[in-house]
């Protein structure tokens, strides 16, 4: 089984919002990433987490919170979002953080209004 | 550095002919790992191929094809007798010495039927 979760599959949300994004994995991989993606682009890496530790931020506004609850788990917290946040937000995890494969989710298209 | 180039932004092709997607790399590893995904309009991305940088071994999996080519840092992707369900954006990817994979920009294939 190579599937990777993410709930909600969509989400408007104003710019004063709080909410979060959920990806989970049964696969027992011990990377998980956070990546951003508008249309016709390639999708944009924004966080990793390594053995449950971020170990990649590449200078992510503090309105995105990533969370890492254990090893199956992958939250984004999102506040106070600006209109060009809207996009597709995937999430992927690979057996170890280097050199395999990245499974992906399905994304959760956001909308900020 | 790295660096993924996907020089054909857009390819149309009429069903049952064959297409081979570009894909040019630039790294100063000397191991390096290269993958093919897939993204349908659904937008999931959809892991098809790993190739590590000591297996120059060209693969064949159904009607897809991939031909590495340390010499010319080319690692292109060819569909035959290619069909509607082909049409898709497809990105090449690197990975390297750290945790992050390098997308190439995509190319958007339509298969006309």
């Known amino acids: 089984d190579t599937e990777v979760t993410q709930t909600p599959k969509h989400l408007v949300m104003g710019m004063t919002n709080k909410k979060s994004l959920k990806c989970e994995q049964h696969?027992?991989?011990?990377?998980m990433y956070w990546y951003k993606q508008k249309a016709k682009k390639p999708p944009e890496l924004m966080f990793v987490y390594s053995y449950e530790k971020l170990s990649i931020n590449e200078s992510v506004p503090s309105r995105f919170s990533p969370e890492c609850p254990n090893s199956s788990l992958l939250n984004l917290h999102l506040h106070a979002l600006q209109p060009e946040d809207s996009a597709l937000y995937l999430c992927?995890?690979?057996?170890?953080?280097?050199?395999?494969?990245?499974?992906f989710g399905p994304g959760t298209r956001l909308t900020v209004t | 550095a790295q660096k993924v180039t996907q020089a054909q932004t857009e390819i149309s092709v009429v069903e049952k002919e064959d297409v081979t997607l570009d894909c040019v790399y630039e790294?100063?590893?000397?191991?390096?790992?290269l993958f093919w995904y897939k993204q349908p309009p659904s937008g999931e991305l959809v892991f098809l191929i790993r190739r590590n940088s000591f297996d120059e071994q060209n693969e064949i999996s159904g009607r897809y094809s991939w031909n590495f080519q340390k010499s010319t840092s080319s690692f292109n992707f060819t569909i035959t007798a290619s069909q509607v369900v082909d049409s898709a954006v497809y990105f090449c990817a690197l990975s390297g010495s750290g945790n992050q994979f390098y997308f190439g920009t995509g190319t958007s294939l339509t298969v006309i039927p």
């Open positions: 790294t100063r590893d000397t191991t390096y790992y």
């Open positions: 992927a995890s690979s057996q170890v953080p280097r050199g395999y494969e990245q499974y």
């Open positions: 696969m027992g991989h011990r990377a």
